[in-house]
């Protein structure tokens, strides 16, 4: 398939798990890439596979928390591609507490990155978008669904996410934007991987089962494939909507 040919596609969190899946799985469809991250070496990697897998693609060193460092980024990537068609708000960072115990400079952190992040680069990229009629796809989470444990702030940032992508899609379907999230669950990223550490020593590890996938972990790529479905044409008609990647998890 090369649903994105002829389409600029710019990836928060590009540098590493379902960002990186995702910047693959659309150099594979003929996308032309903004990918942007705070990891510089790790970024440009990522830019340079896909230019290798013959699309054209750039790196951006960009910290989606930083307003000015944002529309910088996205006035960068008009003048270099011209327009561009599909957001793909991927950056994210997670960090765990008890939830009365969640020190301020956390959730001001978590927040920053995951909710205001996603806010700024929504906000500095709609412009183009209305006027190509593209689309955002959001990382949203399970944990924007259901309770997770000792991940107070991620959890509240995940759940304002799939509260944008309902607001964004109502506001401007009538334009031609088009704005839906993916809800993912035990992916194999470094992420994930980090999560088990961070965990407060104490925690009681048999609430994990509840939002742990039914049969296994998975890794990013398939996370990635149902992006690129909801970014795509095939994806016409679904907007507001989320899709759980997640293994019956919450099934
Ligand atoms: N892995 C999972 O199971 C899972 C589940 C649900 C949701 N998610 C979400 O998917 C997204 C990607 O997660 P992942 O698992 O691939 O994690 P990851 O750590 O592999 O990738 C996240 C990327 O975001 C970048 N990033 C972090 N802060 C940034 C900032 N301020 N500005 C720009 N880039 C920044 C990191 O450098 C990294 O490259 C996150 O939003 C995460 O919350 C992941």
């Keep these: 398939m090369r649903r994105f040919e002829q389409k600029v596609v710019l990836v928060t969190g590009a540098a590493s798990g379902i960002g990186r899946a995702t910047v693959e799985r659309l150099a594979e469809e003929g996308a032309t890439l903004a990918c942007l991250d705070v990891q510089a070496d790790a970024v440009e990697e990522v830019a340079a596979a896909a230019r290798q897998a013959g699309v054209e693609a750039r790196a951006w060193v960009c910290d989606v928390a930083d ?9 960068e990537v008009v003048e270099a591609f011209g327009r561009f068609d599909v957001l793909c708000n991927i950056a994210g960072i997670m960090r765990t507490s008890h939830s009365h115990e969640v020190p301020r400079e956390q959730w001001d952190l978590v927040i920053g990155v995951n909710l205001t992040g996603t806010f700024l680069v929504t906000e500095a990229c709609l412009p183009h978008l209305l006027e190509s009629r593209g689309n955002i796809v959001m990382a949203a989470s399970t944990s924007s669904l259901s309770g997770h444990p ?20 109502v506001e401007y379907a009538k334009r031609g934007l088009r704005v839906n ?20 020593p104490d925690s009681d590890w ?23 479905f909801l970014a795509s044409d095939d994806a016409a008609h679904v907007n507001g909507e989320y899709v759980r990647v997640d293994g019956a998890t919450l099934a």
């Design 150 to 169: 000792y991940m107070l702030a991620y959890a509240a940032s995940k759940g304002g996410i799939l509260s944008m992508t309902y607001t964004l899609a």
């Design 206 to 228: 048999s609430l994990f089962g509840r939002i742990s996938p039914v049969d296994q972990n998975r890794g990013p790529d398939t996370v990635a494939s149902t992006i690129a």
């Design 67 to 75: 307003q000015s460092d944002v529309a910088r980024v996205v006035g």
């Design 181 to 200: 999230a993916v809800a993912p669950g035990g992916i194999e990223t470094p992420l994930s991987a980090a999560t088990g550490a961070m965990l407060p």
